[in-house]
C-alpha cells in the first residue's frame, strides 16, 4: 500500500507540474468561467437577430487572459477598470450572469448603469469597478489615480486596467504608464492584442520591434514588461500571478501584452469578413483559448468528453434561463433619464450660507483663495491639491497654492507631470477612490487636452453609472484677458463648459466671494470648474474684507452689487468691475444702473436676474468671451422666453468680438468688452 500511494504521489506531481500546480478544480472552474462568457455572447447574439437586443463587442478569443486576470485580482478588495471585451473578467471576479444580462439589454435594475449606456459597458460598485465609458483609453489615467490614492492612503491594493493594442496609440495611454512607473504605483496594464484595431491591422498601428507593444514601451524604468500568449490560460495563469505580485509588492507598474484572437466581428455593427483574410480568421480558430483548455483537460484526464459536453449543456441551459428572466424585467421609467446629473442626495441644501458678513483683513482675491485652500485642507484630510508648479517654492505661477506643500506635505499637495489630461484623469481616479481632488490648470488656453477626460469621464460618471459612482474634482482654472498675454493666455472657456450637463461652473468677482465659493465647492460631491480671472488675482477693486474660515456661499445665488432703477446688467467675472466704472459714469449723467453679479453660471440664479427686470425694464447681458455662442447668449435666450413682457427694449449683448485675443494693448482692448464700450453701447440701450 504504501509503495502504491508513493507511486500515485508521483504521478500526481508529475501531472501537477505540467499543469504547473493548479488543482483539478481550479482548471475545470477558469474553464466554466471562459464557456459562460462565450454562451452569454452568443446568447445576446441570438437575441440580436429575435430584435430583442440592440448590441454587442463579443470577448470571444479573449478569455483565458480575462479569467486568468479576474482570479488573480481579490474581489471586492482589488480595483479594476475593464473594456468593453472584458466579460470574462467580471464573471471571474464574481459579477453574476443576471447582472450582466442586464446590462446588456438595458433594463432598469441593472447595477452598472440601469439602462442609461451601450451594452458592454461595465461597472460595480461592489465588485469596484468604476463605470466604464465608450471613449477608448481614458480609463488608463483614472486607474493611475485610483492606484495612487491607494498608496497615499496606504492602502495595499491593486489596480487592473486593460484595453487592445489599438488603444495604446492614445497618448493618454503613455501619460499613465509615465505618471505609474514614475510614482511606482500598483497597475497591471493588460493589453489584450488581437492584431486588429476595428479593422485596422496591428502593423499599421503599433512601433515597436514586430509591433509589440512591449517592445514599444522599454523606456519606462520600473515598469515590468511580460509578452504571453493569451490562448493558453496555464501560461497566462502564471503571468498574471507574476504581474499581480509585482504589483502589489510596491517595485511599479506591470504591461502584459496577451496575444489573443478576435473570433467574432469587433461588434455586431461590424462583419470581419469584409477586410480580414480568410486565412487569418482559420487561424484564429486554431487558437480558440476554450478548445486549447478543453484539450489539456481531457489529455490529463481531469475531465472526459461526456463530462465536458455536460459542462456546455449545463451552462447553455443556465444562460437561457437567465436570459428569459432579464428579458422579462423591468424597462426605466421615461422620466428617471434627467436624474443623477448632479448629486441629488440633499447636501447642498444642508451646508450652513452667510452665516457671518465677510469682516476680516482686507485682502486681494489670490490670497483669498489661498487661504481658502489652507483652511479647507486643515479641515478635511481627503483634500489632495496637485498640478503643474503647485508645490513651493513655486506655490502655482500666481501663487494661489503657495505655503500648502510646506504645511501639509508632498504627500498632499504635489506637482504633476506637464500633462492636462494625466491632472485630470488622475484627479477623476482619486476621486472615485474617496478622495477629494482640488487640481490647478495654470492657463484656460491649456485646458483642451483635458477636455476628452473632463466632457467624457468627469461630467459624466454620476449620470452614466445611475448614481452609483461619482467623481467630486474641483478643478481650479485661470481666465480671461486685460494682462497683455495674447494669444494664449488670455482665453474664456466657461461657454465651452457650460454646454456640458454635470459640471458646476463658479466665475467670482472679488475675493470674498472667491474664498466662500471656493469653500463650498470642496465640500460638495460634485465635480467644479472654479475660474478664477487671473486680472482681478491682485487688484485693489476686486479685494474685500475676508470672512472667516465658516463662510460658505450657496452655489446658483446672484448678488445684486448695484441697485438702479434705469437698466439691469447681468454679468460676472472682471465685467462685474468694468460695468460698474461704467455705471458710475452714467450715474454723474443722471441714469440709474443696477448690475447683477451671477457668480455661477452653472446653477444659474435665474429669479435674481427676471426680479431686477421687473423693477428696471431693460437689460444688458455681459462678459467677457466672444459674442457668438458665449453664455451671454443663454441668458439673453431665458430672458427673452420668461420676461419679455417686462421689456422696454432689446436685450443688449456686450461681449467679446468674434475674434482672438491679441497681445499688443490696443489690439486687445479694441477685442474685448472695456468700460469705455460698455458706457456708450449702455447708453444707446437707455435712449431706446
Same mark, same amino acid.
Given at each position: 500500500?504504501?509503495?502504491?500511494?508513493?507511486?500515485?504521489? /508521483?504521478?500526481?506531481?508529475?501531472?501537477?507540474?505540467?499543469?504547473?500546480?493548479?488543482?483539478?478544480?481550479?482548471?475545470?472552474?477558469?474553464?466554466?468561467?471562459?464557456?459562460?462568457?462565450?454562451?452569454?455572447?452568443?446568447?445576446?447574439?441570438?437575441?440580436?437577430?429575435?430584435?430583442?437586443?440592440?448590441?454587442?463587442?463579443?470577448?470571444?478569443?479573449?478569455?483565458?487572459?480575462?479569467? +486568468?486576470?479576474?482570479?488573480?485580482?481579490?474581489?471586492?478588495?482589488? %480595483?479594476?477598470?475593464?473594456?468593453?471585451?472584458?466579460?470574462?473578467?467580471?464573471?471571474?471576479?464574481?459579477?453574476?450572469?443576471?447582472?450582466?444580462?442586464?446590462?446588456?439589454?438595458?433594463?432598469?435594475?441593472?447595477?452598472?448603469?440601469?439602462?442609461?449606456?451601450?451594452?458592454?459597458?461595465?461597472?460595480?460598485?461592489?465588485?469596484?469597478?468604476?463605470?466604464?465609458?465608450?471613449?477608448?483609453?481614458?480609463?488608463?489615467?483614472?486607474?493611475?489615480?485610483?492606484?495612487?490614492?491607494?498608496?497615499?492612503?496606504?492602502?495595499?491594493?491593486?489596480?487592473?486596467?486593460?484595453?487592445?493594442?489599438?488603444?495604446?496609440?492614445?497618448?493618454?495611454?503613455?501619460?499613465?504608464?509615465? %505618471?505609474?512607473? /514614475?510614482?511606482?504605483?500598483?497597475?497591471?496594464?493588460?493589453?489584450?492584442?488581437?492584431?486588429?484595431?476595428?479593422?485596422?491591422?496591428?502593423?499599421?498601428?503599433?512601433?515597436?520591434?514586430?509591433?509589440?507593444?512591449? &517592445?514599444?514601451?522599454?523606456?519606462?524604468?520600473?515598469?515590468?514588461?511580460?509578452?504571453?500568449?493569451?490562448?493558453?490560460?496555464?501560461?497566462?495563469?502564471?503571468?498574471?500571478?507574476?504581474?499581480?505580485?509585482? +504589483?502589489?509588492?510596491?517595485?511599479?507598474?506591470?504591461?502584459?501584452? +496577451?496575444?489573443?484572437?478576435?473570433?467574432?466581428?469587433?461588434?455586431?455593427?461590424?462583419?470581419?469578413?469584409?477586410?480580414?483574410?480568410?486565412?487569418?480568421?482559420?487561424?484564429?480558430?486554431?487558437?480558440?483559448?476554450?478548445?486549447?483548455?478543453?484539450?489539456?483537460?481531457?489529455?490529463?484526464?481531469?475531465?472526459?468528453?461526456?463530462?465536458?459536453?455536460?459542462?456546455?449543456?449545463?451552462?447553455?441551459?443556465?444562460?437561457?434561463?437567465?436570459?428569459? %428572466?432579464?428579458?422579462?424585467?423591468?424597462?426605466?421609467?421615461?422620466?428617471?433619464?434627467?436624474?443623477?446629473?448632479?448629486?441629488?442626495?440633499?447636501?447642498?441644501?444642508?451646508?450652513?450660507?452667510?452665516?457671518?458678513?465677510?469682516?476680516?483683513?482686507?485682502?486681494?482675491?489670490?490670497?483669498?483663495?489661498?487661504?481658502?485652500?489652507?483652511?479647507?485642507?486643515?479641515?478635511?484630510?481627503?483634500?489632495?491639491?496637485?498640478?503643474?508648479?503647485?508645490?513651493?517654492?513655486? !506655490?502655482?505661477?500666481?501663487? +494661489?497654492?503657495?505655503?500648502?506643500?510646506?504645511?501639509?506635505?508632498?504627500?498632499?499637495?504635489?506637482?504633476?507631470?506637464?500633462?492636462?489630461?494625466?491632472?485630470?484623469?488622475?484627479?477623476?481616479?482619486?476621486?472615485?477612490?474617496?478622495?477629494?481632488?482640488?487640481?490647478?490648470?495654470?492657463?484656460?488656453?491649456?485646458? %483642451?487636452?483635458?477636455?476628452?477626460?473632463?466632457?467624457? &469621464?468627469?461630467?459624466?460618471?454620476?449620470?452614466?453609472?445611475?448614481?452609483?459612482?461619482?467623481?467630486?474634482?474641483?478643478?481650479?482654472?485661470?481666465?480671461?484677458?486685460?494682462?497683455?498675454? !495674447?494669444?494664449?493666455?488670455?482665453?474664456?472657456?466657461?461657454?465651452?463648459?457650460?454646454?456640458?450637463?454635470?459640471?458646476?461652473?463658479?466665475?467670482?468677482?472679488?475675493?470674498?466671494?472667491?474664498?466662500?465659493?471656493?469653500?463650498?465647492?470642496?465640500?460638495?460631491?460634485?465635480?467644479?470648474?472654479?475660474?478664477?480671472?487671473? !486680472?482681478?488675482?491682485?487688484?485693489?477693486?476686486?479685494?474685500?474684507?475676508?470672512?472667516?474660515?465658516?463662510?460658505?456661499?450657496?452655489?446658483?445665488?446672484?448678488?445684486?452689487?448695484?441697485?438702479?432703477?434705469?437698466?439691469?446688467?447681468?454679468?460676472?467675472?472682471?465685467?462685474?468691475?468694468?460695468?460698474?466704472?461704467?455705471?458710475?459714469?452714467?450715474?454723474?449723467?443722471?441714469?440709474?444702473?443696477?448690475?447683477?453679479?451671477?457668480?455661477?453660471?452653472?446653477?444659474?440664479?435665474?429669479?435674481?436676474?427676471?426680479?431686477?427686470?421687473?423693477?428696471?425694464?431693460?437689460?444688458?447681458?455681459?462678459?467677457?468671451?466672444?459674442?457668438?455662442?458665449?453664455?451671454?447668449?443663454?441668458?439673453?435666450?431665458?430672458?427673452?422666453?420668461?420676461?419679455?413682457?417686462?421689456?422696454?427694449?432689446?436685450?443688449?449683448?456686450?461681449?467679446?468680438?468674434?475674434?482672438?485675443?491679441?497681445?499688443?494693448?490696443?489690439?486687445?482692448?479694441?477685442?474685448?468688452?472695456?468700460?469705455?464700450?460698455?458706457?456708450?453701447?449702455?447708453?444707446?440701450?437707455?435712449?431706446?
Amino acid at each position: 500500500m504504501a509503495r502504491d500511494n508513493t507511486v500515485t504521489k /508521483r504521478k500526481q506531481s508529475k501531472a501537477a507540474n505540467k499543469l504547473k500546480g493548479f488543482s483539478n478544480e481550479e482548471l475545470i472552474n477558469a474553464l466554466k468561467t471562459m464557456i459562460l462568457s462565450r454562451t452569454i455572447d452568443h446568447k445576446v447574439l441570438t437575441l440580436l437577430k429575435q430584435g430583442k437586443a440592440h448590441f454587442i463587442i463579443a470577448g470571444a478569443g479573449h478569455e483565458a487572459t480575462q479569467v +486568468a486576470f479576474g482570479e488573480v485580482l481579490k474581489p471586492k478588495h482589488d %480595483w479594476a477598470y475593464p473594456y468593453y471585451r472584458d466579460q470574462a473578467v467580471l464573471l471571474a471576479l464574481g459579477v453574476t450572469p443576471e447582472n450582466i444580462m442586464l446590462e446588456m439589454l438595458g433594463k432598469a435594475d441593472d447595477p452598472a448603469n440601469g439602462g442609461r449606456q451601450m451594452p458592454n459597458h461595465w461597472g460595480s460598485k461592489e465588485f469596484n469597478i468604476p463605470s466604464q465609458s465608450s471613449p477608448t483609453g481614458t480609463q488608463f489615467l483614472q486607474a493611475v489615480g485610483t492606484a495612487m490614492a491607494f498608496r497615499k492612503e496606504n492602502d495595499n491594493r491593486v489596480v487592473y486596467v486593460s484595453a487592445g493594442e489599438g488603444t495604446t496609440s492614445q497618448g493618454e495611454f503613455h501619460e499613465a504608464a509615465n %505618471w505609474a512607473a /514614475r510614482e511606482k504605483l500598483p497597475v497591471i496594464f493588460v493589453i489584450q492584442n488581437n492584431k486588429w484595431a476595428i479593422s485596422v491591422p496591428v502593423e499599421e498601428q503599433t512601433a515597436g520591434k514586430n509591433h509589440s507593444v512591449v &517592445e514599444m514601451m522599454k523606456g519606462y524604468e520600473n515598469l515590468l514588461r511580460l509578452n504571453v500568449d493569451g490562448t493558453d490560460y496555464l501560461n497566462m495563469k502564471e503571468v498574471a500571478r507574476k504581474a499581480y505580485d509585482y +504589483a502589489f509588492s510596491g517595485k511599479g507598474p506591470v504591461l502584459v501584452e +496577451a496575444h489573443v484572437v478576435r473570433l467574432f466581428s469587433h461588434s455586431s455593427s461590424d462583419d470581419q469578413k469584409k477586410y480580414r483574410p480568410k486565412e487569418s480568421l482559420e487561424e484564429d480558430l486554431k487558437k480558440d483559448p476554450i478548445d486549447k483548455l478543453s484539450k489539456v483537460l481531457l489529455k490529463e484526464k481531469i475531465l472526459t468528453e461526456a463530462q465536458l459536453e455536460k459542462i456546455k449543456s449545463d451552462i447553455h441551459d443556465r444562460v437561457e434561463k437567465v436570459a428569459d %428572466w432579464a428579458l422579462e424585467q423591468r424597462e426605466p421609467e421615461p422620466e428617471s433619464a434627467v436624474r443623477f446629473v448632479f448629486d441629488e442626495s440633499g447636501l447642498k441644501d444642508k451646508l450652513e450660507y452667510e452665516k457671518s458678513e465677510p469682516s476680516g483683513k482686507k485682502t486681494v482675491m489670490v490670497d483669498a483663495i489661498n487661504h481658502a485652500l489652507h483652511e479647507e485642507m486643515e479641515r478635511n484630510e481627503k483634500i489632495y491639491v496637485f498640478g503643474e508648479d503647485v508645490a513651493d517654492g513655486k !506655490g502655482g505661477v500666481f501663487t +494661489a497654492t503657495k505655503g500648502l506643500s510646506t504645511k501639509f506635505g508632498n504627500v498632499r499637495v504635489f506637482n504633476s507631470p506637464l500633462a492636462e489630461a494625466s491632472i485630470e484623469g488622475v484627479a477623476i481616479g482619486m476621486a472615485l477612490a474617496g478622495l477629494k481632488p482640488c487640481v490647478e490648470i495654470q492657463f484656460g488656453d491649456y485646458i %483642451w487636452p483635458a477636455f476628452m477626460q473632463m466632457r467624457n &469621464e468627469l461630467a459624466t460618471y454620476r449620470y452614466r453609472s445611475n448614481n452609483a459612482w461619482a467623481a467630486p474634482v474641483v478643478t481650479r482654472v485661470a481666465v480671461g484677458g486685460f494682462i497683455h498675454g !495674447g494669444l494664449y493666455h488670455s482665453q474664456n472657456i466657461e461657454g465651452f463648459f457650460a454646454h456640458i450637463p454635470g459640471i458646476y461652473i463658479v466665475y467670482p468677482s472679488n475675493a470674498a466671494d472667491a474664498k466662500g465659493l471656493l469653500k463650498t465647492a470642496l465640500r460638495l460631491n460634485d465635480p467644479v470648474l472654479f475660474l478664477e480671472h487671473k !486680472g482681478l488675482y491682485r487688484q485693489s477693486y476686486a479685494a474685500t474684507p475676508e470672512p472667516d474660515a465658516d463662510y460658505l456661499l450657496p452655489f446658483g445665488k446672484a448678488k445684486v452689487v448695484r441697485e438702479g432703477e434705469d437698466l439691469t446688467v447681468v454679468t460676472y467675472g472682471a465685467m462685474v468691475h468694468e460695468t460698474n466704472f461704467a455705471a458710475k459714469e452714467l450715474e454723474s449723467e443722471g441714469y440709474s444702473i443696477e448690475i447683477v453679479d451671477i457668480r455661477t453660471l452653472i446653477p444659474l440664479d435665474e429669479e435674481t436676474i427676471f426680479k431686477s427686470i421687473r423693477k428696471t425694464g431693460k437689460v444688458a447681458v455681459i462678459h467677457e468671451d466672444t459674442l457668438t455662442s458665449g453664455f451671454g447668449a443663454e441668458i439673453a435666450a431665458r430672458i427673452a422666453q420668461k420676461s419679455f413682457e417686462y421689456l422696454d427694449g432689446p436685450v443688449l449683448r456686450i461681449c467679446a468680438r468674434d475674434a482672438h485675443i491679441p497681445f499688443n494693448e490696443n489690439l486687445e482692448k479694441y477685442v474685448l468688452p472695456t468700460r469705455n464700450r460698455i458706457y456708450t453701447e449702455l447708453k444707446e440701450l437707455l435712449a431706446y
